[in-house]
C-alpha cells in the first residue's frame, strides 16, 4: 500500500504542474494579443480561463478518485491472498499410519497393510509447530539476546603510606613508622580495572528463562592469585554463572561464580541486583561483606514481597599460624598444586560455607535482609583430623529517604570465623599449640548515604568497621593465637626494627565522593569520578604497647559505559 501512495503523489504533483503551467501561459498569450482598447475582450478572455481551470480541477478530482478506488482493489485482492495462504491446511502425508486400538474401531488416519515382503511405505514426519517456523530473533537468530557491558576507566591513586599496592587497598597491612614505606607516599596510574561483561538470555517459554553472565577486568596478578577472597587468577574472571527462572514457581537457581549470597541487594534475591558501594577503591569499603567465588544456590519467591534462599559456596580459610610452630606435626594448608598458584596457601577444607538468607521488600519502603552463615575448618595434628565449627548471622537494610534523591543503608555481620568475608581480609581462626584452629570472633558493619541531588550528580559517604577478638593460647611459655598479650610491638615506631608482631584488631574507615556524568546518551556514559577515604588501623597490645597507623587516600577516576 505503501508503494501505491507514493505512485499517487508523483501522479498528483506531476499533473499539478501541467495544469499551474497551462494556466499561467494562457493569460499571458491573450493579453499579448489584445489591445487596451478592447476591455470587454479581455473580460471574455478571463472568464475563458477561470473555466478551463474549474473543468481541469473536476476532471483531476475524478481520476485522483477512479486511481485511489483501484489501489484499495488491488490491496484486497492481496490481503485475501496472504488469509488464504496462512489458512490452508498443512499437506496431508502421502500414506495413513496404521489404525490405534481395538478391531473394528473407526479411525481417519488408517491405510491398508502392505504386502508380504515389501517394505513399509515411508511416513511423512509431521509439519512443525508454527511457533518453531517463525524467526526467533536474537544473536544469529538463535532467540538469545546478547548484552555487552562494562567499562573502560582511567584512574589515579595518591596514598599517603606506600602500599605498593594498585587500585584495591590492603588496608590490614598499612606500615608502622618501623617501615621505610610508611615515611613514603604512593601514587599511580592505572586503567586495570577496566571491565568487560557479557549477558547472554534466551526465553524458553514464557515462565521459563535461562541465563549466562560473564565479567572480568584485568587486576589479576599470577604471584598473588589465590582462593581466599576474589579468585583473582589470570586472566583475572570476577562473575561466571549460569542461571534458571522459573516465573510460574517463583524459582531461582544459579550455579557459578558470583558474589557471596551473604552481599547485600537491591531487591530480591536475583543476580546483578546486588548493592555495591559506589567507590572507585576496587577494595571497596571495610565493613561490607563481600567476597566472589564459586557456588551454588537457590532461591524461592515466596510472595511478591518475600523471598527465602540457600547457597553453598566454595570454602576457603584464612589461618594465622603466629610466630611459633604446634607443639604437634600439623598441616592446615598447602601451596597450590595444578591450575593453582603455588605461591599461595590452600585450606584444607571438608564442606561448603552454608548461607541462608531472607529478604523482604515493602512497596516503596525499602529493602531488608536478615542472614545466616555456617563453616567448618579443618587441620591434621598429631595424625589425626580436628574440624571445628565457624559462622555467625545479621541483619542489613536499604531505606529511601527521599524516594530517587537520598537513600540510607546499612549492614552487620558477627560471628567466629568470618574474617575472609570482610574486606580488610582479617584471619578466620588461629592456630593453637596442639595444631587444632580456633575461630576468631569478628563484627563488621558499614553504613552508607548515597544521593542524586541530580539527574547527572552522585554523591555516597560511607563508614565502616571490622573488628576481631583476641584469641590467644600461651603454653610451656611459649605464645600462640591471634593477638597475645606476649607478642612483641616494641619497634612498631623504631624504623628499621623488626620487633613489631601488629596484629591488628581494628579497620575503621570512612570514605566519600562524587560522580558526574559528562555525557549521557546515544553513545554511552561518560563520567568523572573522585573518592577520599581515611582508614585506621588499631593492633591488640603486646609487649611495648598497641601503636596504629593511618591511611590518607586520593583517587580520580575518568570512566566510559560505551553499551
Known sequence: MRGGLSARRKFREKLFLAVGFGCAALPIAALAQTAPPFGDQIKDLQAEIRGIQQHYALEFRKLEKRHEAEMLKLQRQLDDLKTA?????????????????????????????????????????????????????????????????????????????????????????IPFPNSPNYHLSEFRFTARQTRLSLLAQGRVDPDTALAGYVESDFLGAPTDANGVESNSYS??????????????????????????????????????????????????????????????????????????????????ASVFSGPNAPLVPTTFGNPGGLHLNPLATYSTDVAPDIIAKVAYDPDGWGHYEAYGIGRLFRSRAAFKNDTVWGGGGGLAAIFPVIPNRLEVQGQFLAGYGLGRYGPGLLPDVALKASGVLAPIPEIQAMVGLVGHPTDTLDLYLYAGIEEAGRTA???????????????????????????????????????????????????????????????????????????????????????????
Open 85 to 173: 495462504r496462512s489458512a490452508a491446511p498443512p499437506p496431508a502425508p502421502p500414506s495413513a499410519t496404521v489404525a490405534l486400538g481395538p478391531p473394528g474401531l473407526a479411525s481417519a488416519s488408517t491405510r491398508a497393510v502392505p504386502p508380504a515382503g515389501q517394505p513399509p511405505p515411508q511416513v511423512a514426519s509431521p509439519a512443525p509447530p508454527v511457533q518453531a517456523q517463525a524467526r526467533r530473533g536474537g544473536f544469529m537468530n538463535t532467540g538469545i539476546e546478547l548484552t555487552l557491558g562494562g567499562f573502560l576507566e582511567g584512574a589515579a591513586i595518591d596514598r599517603s603510606r606506600n602500599l605498593t599496592a594498585d587500585i584495591g587497598s590492603p588496608w590490614n597491612t
Open 235 to 316: 586472566p583475572r574472571l570476577r562473575h561466571a554463572y549460569a542461571t534458571l527462572d522459573r516465573s510460574d514457581l517463583g524459582l531461582h537457581i544459579l550455579g557459578g561464580q558470583d558474589w557471596t549470597f551473604l552481599t547485600l541487594f537491591n531487591h530480591g534475591l536475583t543476580p546483578r541486583q546486588e548493592r555495591v558501594p559506589l567507590t572507585i577503591d576496587n577494595q571497596l569499603v571495610p565493613g561490607f561483606t563481600w567476597v566472589r567465588q564459586p557456588q551454588f544456590r537457590v532461591v524461592q519467591d515466596l510472595d511478591s514481597m518475600t523471598s527465602i534462599g540457600l547457597s553453598l559456596e566454595s570454602p576457603q
Open 473 to 563: 593460647f600461651t603454653l610451656a611459655g611459649k605464645a600462640f593465637g591471634y593477638g597475645n598479650a606476649l607478642y612483641d610491638n616494641s619497634g612498631c615506631l623504631v624504623e628499621g626494627s623488626s620487633l613489631c608482631a601488629a596484629n591488628t584488631s581494628r579497620l575503621w574507615q570512612v570514605t566519600g565522593g562524587p560522580w558526574y556524568r559528562l555525557y549521557k546518551g546515544d553513545y554511552g556514559i561518560l563520567q568523572l569520578g573522585a573518592q577520599v577515604s581515611y582508614t585506621r588501623r588499631n593492633i591488640f597490645s603486646g609487649t611495648g604497647g598497641a601503636p596504629s597507623t593511618d591511611d590518607l587516600i586520593f583517587f580520580t577516576s575518568l570512566r566510559y559505559y560505551p553499551f
